[in-house]
């Protein structure tokens, strides 16, 4: 210590040191906590985009189940059509 001061010089010196340590330790910290965040905004990011993929796949396989039911009515209905006028002595498509 240059200036004589009623503490101690050890008790000085320790929390000299200790401000030291913290300074010190302070870029490292800093760091580690942006590394901390990049990691939770990238792991968020992959998770939203596994479930807007899940929710594509299931929109494509409703969009799917719906034109192959609209395949099959349209056929039943033509022949429910003409099987009608069939039987009711008609021409097809009258």
Known sequence: MAIPTPVNGQITDAITQANVSVLGDAPAMALASLYQA???AMANAAHNATNAQQQSYVTAQAATTMGVATLYSIDSAG?????SAVLHDKAPGV
């Not at 022949?79 to 099987?83: D, L, Q, S």
């Open 38 to 40: 990049t990691a939770q």
């Open 79 to 83: 022949i429910g059509a003409t099987t």
